[in-house]
């Protein structure tokens, strides 16, 4: 089993371009998240999803965009990148309790 | 806003010793998780401990959960090298979507 994967790895785009990261699990996971990661800080909730065809706001979604088309996979999107949104993206999966972790993709919007 | 605050957040130690790392939060939970994070990587769940559980085990990690004064502890025993890593307790006080909140995290330094 692969467990979570995300693609990209790294990306860099410049202010007002558009992209969409990829999320993809395969142990049949109900629940999957989205967090971003800043400079010695923890993580911090994007969007999070509780099943296939629903998602919901987290801590910071503004700027974001999710779909959960298929159960196993989760895509974020954003429509107009800020430097503010300069970050390291993870992705995970869970079904109760532990959460299992994609490798991140490292964002850098000029 | 994080709801777990690790302390210390850093740690250097010499290998073979053991290391002790803080975790308090601010709201009832439903359980509390550690996770570690080696540089560039990925996050690895440790262990969950309950609310209603009050110490825990897993090889060489000990953790404990006072939810009267809302605090947790880590303690890792006899580190190594590899234990080098960034350690964050998250909460979970949701029911049904298990969000998860981060503290930002302890860096712990093992040296040779």
């Not at chain 1, 999966?93 to 490798?103: N, V």
């Not at chain 2, 290998?15 to 540089?39: D, F, V």
Request: hydrophobic content about 30%.
């Amino acid at each position: 089993n692969a467990g979570v994967t995300q693609t990209p790895k790294f990306r860099v785009l410049k202010t007002g371009q558009s992209m969409t990261l990829l999320c993809a699990q395969d142990m049949n996971h109900e629940y999957m998240y989205w967090y971003r990661q800043d400079p010695g800080m923890g993580l911090r909730l994007i969007h999070y999803s509780v099943g296939e065809g629903t998602t919901a706001k987290g801590e910071v979604p503004d700027g974001y965009n999710v779909s959960r088309l298929k159960k196993q996979n989760f895509l974020l999107g954003l429509e107009s990148a800020a430097p503010s949104q300069t970050s390291v993206y993870f992705c995970a999966s869970s079904y109760w309790g532990e959460q299992f972790f994609g490798p991140g993709t490292r964002l850098t919007v000029l | 806003s994080q709801q777990g605050e690790e302390d210390p957040q850093a740690l250097s130690i010499q290998e073979g010793e053991n290391a002790t790392m803080n975790c308090s939060y601010k709201t009832s939970i439903n359980n509390l998780q550690w996770y570690r994070q080696n540089s560039g990587r990925g996050l690895v769940h440790l262990i969950l401990i309950r609310s209603n559980e009050r110490e825990k085990h897993s090889g060489r990690l000990r953790v404990t959960l006072d939810t009267s004064k809302k605090s947790s502890s880590l303690l890792i025993t006899a580190s190594r090298a590899a234990d080098t890593a960034s350690y964050f307790c998250a909460t979970d006080a949701h029911q049904g979507a298990q969000k998860l909140v981060f503290g930002q995290g302890t860096r712990l330094t093992i040296n040779p």
